[in-house]
T-cell receptor, first 120, second 111 residues
Framework: DTGVSQNPRHKITKRGQNVTFRCDPI?????LYWYRQTLGQGPEFLTY????????KSRLLSDRFSAERPKGSFSTLEIQRTEQGDSAMYLC??????????????????FGNGTRLTVT | SQELEQSPQSLIVQEGKNLTINCTSS?????LYWYKQKYGEGLIFLMM?????EEKSHEKITAKLDEKKQQSSLHITASQPSHAGIYLC???????????FGQGTILTVHP
């Protein structure tokens, strides 16, 4: 178990360019979450997957943002036509959820170290 | 998130002092999670509370969830410089595991 891995750690891009971030979750975790965090604020939820299915998207997530988890393992978050307001830390987290039977169990979210995006 | 309020926003203490951080929800929680974050890094899981009245401790950190499951506190005893960082509470409101976070409390511990 090497933890949640995110790449790149830092990305500087010019306004209008597209960027893509990658997240590799803990291997046995079936859920994967994307959050965005700006300075002085807590993380804000963007979207999450259970296996390869995207179950929820925040209203914060504009049409320029798209996330995929094609084989239920790693995930990518793409931002098209970046704007200066997109500058933030993008955090990925994973967890294990078991909702079978009469009870459900959600493990705590384990976070990666994030990708810091700067749009100039 | 206005659904979850943390106080204080920042805290400066002398090494060895005790301190408490509070997290208040506008509605009943399914679960409450405490995390610590160093600047520019990811969140490190500290503790999870799910039952009303529950209390958990790890080393010098104790977290409690009130009976109504709307308020939690994080207490650090005999603080050390290694405790410095940003403490965040995260709420699971619907049992689906997705967390809504407070704005964080910045803790500074002077040696």
């Amino acid at each position: 178990d090497t933890g949640v891995s995110q790449n790149p750690r830092h990305k500087i891009t010019k306004r209008g360019q597209n960027v893509t971030f990658r997240c590799d979750p803990i291997s046995e975790h079936n859920r994967l979450y994307w959050y965005r965090q700006t300075l002085g604020q807590g993380p804000e939820f963007l979207t999450y997957f259970q296996n390869e299915a995207q179950l929820e998207k925040s209203r914060l997530l504009s049409d320029r943002f798209s996330a995929e988890r094609p084989k239920g393992s790693f995930s990518t978050l793409e931002i098209q036509r970046t704007e200066q307001g997109d500058s933030a830390m993008y955090l990925c987290a994973s967890s294990k959820t078991d909702r079978g039977g009469v009870s459900s169990y959600n493990s705590p979210l384990h976070f990666g170290n994030g990708t810091r995006l700067t749009v100039t | 998130s206005q659904e979850l309020e943390q106080s204080p926003q920042s805290l400066i203490v002398q090494e060895g002092k005790n301190l408490t951080i509070n997290c208040t929800s506008s509605k009943t929680l399914y679960g409450l999670y405490w995390y610590k974050q160093k600047y520019g890094e990811g969140l490190i899981f500290l503790m999870m509370l799910q039952k009303g009245g529950e209390e958990k401790s790890h080393e010098k950190i104790t977290a409690k969830l009130d009976e109504k499951k709307q308020q939690s506190s994080l207490h650090i005893t005999a603080s050390q410089p290694s405790h410095a960082g940003i403490y965040l509470c995260g709420a699971d409101f619907d049992s689906y595991g997705k967390l809504t976070f407070g704005q964080g409390t910045i803790l500074t511990v002077h040696p």
